[in-house]
């Protein structure tokens, strides 16, 4: 058996429980493991601008340009992983009774007003923000979701178990993955 995953009935079945899962605004997984390869493909969709999210408007390219942002192209991502406090930095990995937690922080954001969770709201659901002088619009950039997908299509790619793939697929569509 060259892949190393056992067919057996049982053994599907508790893969597909032990897959990882989010729930709002966390993911849960009992393998550090995934907890990690999440926050990789987190990190990295965001500073390469791979998650296919809606493009910034130039004034807010032109802006991070004046700011010295290494990518003021990418949405999301502004110093990055170079200063503390960050869209891109504040994600961690918490240990459980049951396994792994990776939770956006609650700390105040390095540049804004507003706490890196509350931005995290807001960018990922998108936002309508009424002021006295505008309305402004803030599409929603759902990196969080499109780096849970990718971490579940590596997972996906790497069982041979169809009833894997098929509760992986189940998932992505919002579906709970139930062994069967």
């Not at 493991?33 to 130039?58: M, S």
Request: net charge positive; proline share 5%; no cysteine.
């Amino acid at each position: 058996m060259k892949h190393g995953f056992s067919m057996n009935t049982e053994a599907i079945k508790k893969r597909i429980q032990r897959l990882p899962k989010k729930i709002g605004d966390t993911l849960e997984t009992s393998s550090k493991k995934d907890a990690l390869r999440f926050i990789k493909n987190y990190r990295e969709g965001i500073r390469n601008n791979t998650f296919g999210l809606e493009p910034l408007q130039p004034a807010t390219i032109k802006r991070k340009q004046r700011k010295g942002y290494a990518r003021p192209e990418s949405p999301l991502y502004g110093l990055g992983m170079d200063g503390r406090r960050t869209y891109t930095s504040s994600i961690r990995p918490y240990k459980t009774k049951k396994g792994w937690r990776v939770n956006v922080l609650n700390i105040k954001h390095h540049e804004a007003d507003a706490t890196v969770k509350t931005l995290f709201h807001i960018h990922e659901y998108g936002a309508v923000i009424h002021t006295s002088r505008a309305v402004i619009r803030i599409p929603a950039r759902p990196a969080f979701k499109r780096a849970y997908d990718k971490t579940l299509l590596e997972r996906s790619a790497e069982d041979p178990a169809e009833k894997v793939k098929a509760a992986i697929d189940g998932m992505m569509k919002g579906k709970h993955g139930k062994a069967h």
